[in-house]
């Protein structure tokens, strides 16, 4: 959008003839080296240097297919930086003491210990602060005429601080500068990994070094979360333009996600609005509490607090919320002071009596006599504080604490409320999100317009390729005129035994009419369903025990022993095949009961089922033909039970065509991965710490320095190192594939994993599943395979596709689909990214009517120009109309292509695959092989979890690995029943 020049910029870092006293300094310490040597990127272990000679493939051209262009903007500025612009770099080392030990510092510590070196060791920092660049942990870097003396030098961390009114203790500190060489830009290697990284890091210090860390005083304004930078609002118009409250004391705040990219034709940065939720600052108890009960965020001037009073229920959760937080005491004598919370009163202000000079008399009577402090709200409990001197508890009213005015990020979970305020907040409109960054990038703007090593010009404009309309997955009714879902093209012929469950509740008015309606939606849609209807309800299925879950094994047992039986009955009177199909009604989302459900009907016993939640059963009322929740839960059934209701047509292009050629055919893989989240990790901490009796800071003690495990919530696998096999959370991979020639079906082989992997393991059984499935189910060896991998950042692209194009290669070997065979298999492999910050918009976005509908690109937006890598074969495609907020376009990169397509196909066939899912008619914004891989990965860890609570003595006993991988494996894999049936259990 726009462009940024740093060529004469007042940090220093313009062209230098020589080394300079850095570059002297770094030659004689045998230091000075080019970036791809200095240390800026991460070190490489000898095992990991295998991958690093994959050869991506190379693009074969920009596309000459005929397509209508469009002309958009895309939110990225060129940034014009001198080659010969040199710097040198310095590694920081903090250490602290603590209670006369020395003790490393923690990374978010760092950026305090580098403010007191910089304040008590001005004489090595001899130019102006511009002549410094921070990264806010553990590097700096300098202009190469400024020199700086290395060695270790003493700080006082905590000078001005203060401990019961009196200067506090001095605590000290050290940090030894070493240098890591003198670097120039006309040494970087693009295409290099290492050189790429060090070369943003770099580049993304200057560009925010003013905002964010400038040793001036102007980036106490900002704070800093990952790339974004939120500027902490002051006044009442910065809270009304990007502030947003979502209640209980939270509030979303809009900033700005800015990033180099340096990998494509030009330098350029990458601006985005960013939206992060952050604890509401300085506001009073009482508008806090209003927000916790109601989630009401309005003025609170009208309300009468005289009279009002805080139910046991509000105050019990009000007191779990502010459990362990500090607040801020606003006193009637004029003071300020900062108070870690304790508890609340068992009485009211009015009522909370105490001695004083001799007399008793309540909290409320006390401010009014000594202070004419009259109370808002005298029925509500007062604070307690316990006071170590006089060694009995303080009472203070509750209206004169506030929130703290630093700004905290929130760790917690929003409740649903929340959610849907945040997701309002963050997704903008094309026009709305242009114009935000424009405001927060152009010159004199708020973030990066007003910095002194930028300047703003015109933007560029990319023009690409649009693929004009849609495949037909609707037909027209000739009796109404209105567009209908095409009948499927194949339905599971089987009679279909109908079985209503409600979970934890009975069934109640108008359920067996409810009833009646699903079943008559899936007739309609030709599916064969028995007269014969049940509808029950059930005890509770499961009950917590500590951190895990129990199931009702009897009741479950039971239930389905007599199902089957019934089918068996059935299936011998009529002599027709009978199925069941199970509908489970829950009162409300259960975590714990789907797992167990999911496990009993997709693992043991193979029955196809479906879970919903009482709000969306009740809206089963009306026409069957056109109840939205019906249809929705129609389609999910059809594609549980077998059937086939979409399939892209081979006559809607000649590329679809050419995928779905008999002769010829085409396997269809996706892979993707389910990592743990943050509550499981840090659940399993905890769980350890109570079976060892104790918990990691004691653990710690009996550890070197560099086993230490981290005290707070857990954030990296290494946090899991002394966790045993069994306790550790766990990861899963699944991989799916075509099992037609169409692609219409996909079956689906998942492992279980290491945590936080994403490299995945145990690739070469699951690739010769598919191919075996695909096989069996077509009776032909597959000519290509298409591989869609999800999940992988940039830096490991070539590390995963490395060692899953290993295991399919060693799986395609016994099935003869190797060098030997007479026609080799091709093997395409295609990386998908959704993590990035590429936006495109339509440069008629202004003239463009208020209530147009699509603001957004049409589907099948093709972006392979300008803002593409120049070393790969990668290109953008929004192929998902994006109703909501801004669309996000998918990051195509093609690492392998043994077919030797043009880039048309390619592209052609990745926006076809993005057809066809099961759930909806409309194309999605990734290829339904990945979407269905989230799916099933998705569902095989909710399987594991179940079996991993309740597993067997054999499981928890064993230390056999291979044991373990089996039990493991059988525990995420679909009952025989399901796969006979033909069925997408996951869908």
Known sequence: MKNLDISKSTSGYESVGGGGAAGKRSNEEGSTTSLATSGGGPPQRKADLAYNHLVLAERPGPCKASRSKLNVTVNYFKLSVPTNMKYATFRLEFEVENRGKAAEVKKEKMAECFRALYRDNRKIFPRKDTGIVYNGTDMIYTPPDHTIPLGTYNFQSNKGATFKGRPAKANFGRCKITPLGLNSLATVQVDDEANRCALMQFLDCILTQEHRFDLTGQAARFIQHGHSLFKIPRTAEEKRLDVIPIGRGEEVWLGLHAAVKCDSEELMINADTSGSIFKARNISLLEFFAQVVSGYTQSLARVDFENLTIEPRHLENLDRILKGTKLLLKHPNGTEKVKKYEGFTNRPANQEMFEFDGQRMSVADFFLGKYNFRLKCPRFPCLKFWSKTTRSFSFLPFELFFTLDEPTRFKGKLSDQQLDVFVKAVCQNPRQKKSRIQRFCTRGGEYLGDTAVMRMASAPQVAPNVETGEWKLTETDPSSGREKPILPVELNPDVILLVVVFVGHAAGAGDKERCHLLRNTLRNYGMRVDEDLTSMGSPSLTRKTGRSYETNENWMDGFFRNLDDKVRTKTQETGTKFIPLILWVFPRRDASTYAAIKYYCDVKHGIASQCTVRKTYE????????????????????????????????????????????????????????????????????????KTGRNTEQANKSRGQHEKLPTARPVGKTLFGELSYYDCPRSVVSVVGSTDIKGARYGVSSRVQRLGQEETVNMVDMFRERIKEFYDCTEKKPAHIIVYRDGASDTQVKKIAYEELESLERAMESFGLDDTAEQKTTITYIMAAKRHHTRFFRSNLERMPDDAQHLNCPPGTLVEAKVVSRNKWDFYLQSHYGTLGTALPTRYTVVRDDWKVSSAFIQTIVFAHCFGNVRCPKPLSIPIPLHYAHLAAKRSKVLFDHFKDNACDLYRDSREDLVREALESEAVTPHANIKAMKGMHYA
Do not use: W, Y
């Open 619 to 690: 809206k089963l009322t009306g026409n069957p033909d056109t109840n939205a929740s019906s249809q929705n839960l129609l389609l999910k059934i059809l594609a549980k039970t077998g059937s086939i209701h979409f399939r892209l047509s081979s006559f809607a292009h000649k590329n679809v065509e050419k995928l779905q050629n008999e002769k010829d055919p085409v396997l269809i893989i996706g892979i993707d991965v389910s990592h743990p989240g943050r509550e499981e990790r840090f659940d399993a901490i905890k769980e350890h710490e109570q």
